[in-house]
């Protein structure tokens, strides 16, 4: 059996097996997220690292990356390359010879990056093997240096050689993203960035709350800031629908009073999540996740057989609860926003306020 055939049979039992609700599972993964290293290059202002630490400092280890290259590799169709980890994948040494694996192996790379250490010596594989590219970021010029504490016309000269290298590899179907961590500060640029991204060739924008880790962060979140991110987010929306450009918003905040509100019930939510069926996150050092959401660890690929983390008691929970009785993790999630509740106004302003108070619990004494 070639590499496209038992990937695409696996698909279709892990369809099946998603389908049936099934909480053991023949099928494997078919995407997975993947942390090549726990180095970064930079030190923002709102980074959680600086409150919790990093998770490494170390590039993947090998026995991991063996695992990871006969066990899951085969079978899937895409990697979600960092972004979850505080870490910057491409100063991994491992990076080429990962591209090269991936080649080989027929999985695509969507790649969450700072930009800041793009070079000659990897942006042509880096733009062969990749579906999407996001850049991470916090505003346009001063206020993109005040977080990243680097220079923004190096930062945005690295995306434009990027762009560059798509024109020049006729890659039409890679989709360049602004991730733009929306902020009190920052949220009055995001019309004027949907004009500039449209100008530069990026496809699209995903714009993301900033989360506050320390006190002095707590009054710059938008959820502080209602109705100046209301009313940007509608400008921004009417940018994007002019210009044609594709830009991911967060759900309006609710501005209304709190009073009176609602009893809270695990609701079963609108959009189910299949994520316990098809993906998996493993990190440099081996310790596999659910996903990027949901933080308890379901194994260590060093001391356990991937198959029987796969299929072991967290994921087999997950299988059980995840659509009808989810934990307080998922039933969380701001990934699944679309929510029976929702369209009550009054419940949207009660669950915002018990975000307001995760918020304050998390942030630094």
């Given at each position: 059996m070639n590499i496209l055939e038992l990937k695409a049979r696996n698909k279709e039992l892990n369809i099946?097996?998603?389908?049936?609700?099934?909480?053991?599972?023949?099928?494997?993964?078919?995407?997975?997220?993947?942390?090549?290293?726990?180095?970064?290059?930079l030190q923002c202002a709102h980074c959680a690292s600086n409150v919790y630490g990093r998770v490494s400092t170390q590039d993947v280890d090998e026995r991991v990356y063996e695992v990871v290259l006969k066990e899951i590799m085969?079978?899937?169709?895409?990697?979600?390359?960092?972004?979850?980890?505080?870490?910057?994948?491409?100063?991994?040494?491992?990076?080429?010879?990962?591209?090269?694996?991936?080649?080989?192996?027929l999985v695509r790379i969507a790649l969450t990056t700072n930009g800041t250490v793009i070079n000659d010596d990897i942006i042509s594989?880096?733009?062969?093997?990749?579906n999407e590219i996001s850049f991470s970021m916090e505003g346009m010029r001063e206020e993109y240096e005040k977080i990243r504490h680097f220079k923004w016309e190096r930062f945005l000269n690295n995306v434009k050689r990027v762009v560059a290298a798509?024109?020049?590899?006729?890659k039409n179907n890679l989709k360049l993203k602004f991730k733009f961590t929306a902020h009190a500060d920052n949220i009055t640029q995001l019309p004027e960035l949907i004009e500039f991204s449209k100008e530069i060739g990026i496809n699209s924008i995903q714009v993301m709350l900033m989360m506050a880790?320390?006190?002095?962060?707590?009054?710059?979140?938008?959820?502080?800031?209602?109705?100046l991110a209301n009313n940007y987010f509608t400008i921004a929306q009417r940018k994007a629908e002019e210009l044609k450009i594709?830009?991911?918003?967060?759900?309006?905040?609710y501005e209304g009073s709190f009073e009176k509100s609602p009893k809270v019930t695990q609701e079963v939510r609108n959009n189910p999540c299949s994520l316990p069926w098809n993906i998996m996150s493993v990190n440099e050092l081996g310790v596999i996740k659910p996903c990027c959401v949901y933080y308890v660890a379901a194994g260590d690929l060093?001391?356990?057989p991937f198959l029987k983390i796969w299929n072991g008691k967290i994921f087999q929970k997950l299988r059980k609860t995840v659509n009808t009785k989810p934990d307080k993790i998922c039933f969380s999630c701001k990934n699944r926003e679309k929510v029976d509740f929702e369209v009550k106004s009054r419940w949207r302003g009660y669950t915002e306020k018990i975000l307001e108070r995760i918020d304050n619990m998390r942030l630094k004494k």
């Open positions: 099946r097996e998603t389908q049936e609700g099934k909480t053991v599972l023949e099928s494997r993964p078919t995407r997975f997220w993947f942390n090549l290293t726990g180095q970064c290059n085969p079978y899937a169709y895409e990697c979600l390359l960092g972004g979850t980890n505080y870490g910057e994948a491409l100063l991994s040494k491992s990076l080429k010879r990962f591209f090269g694996d991936c080649k080989n192996n594989d880096l733009v062969e093997i990749s798509k024109r020049l590899y006729n880790y320390v006190k002095e962060q707590k009054n710059k979140t938008l959820y502080y800031n209602r109705a594709e830009v991911t918003l967060p759900p309006r905040f060093k001391k356990t």
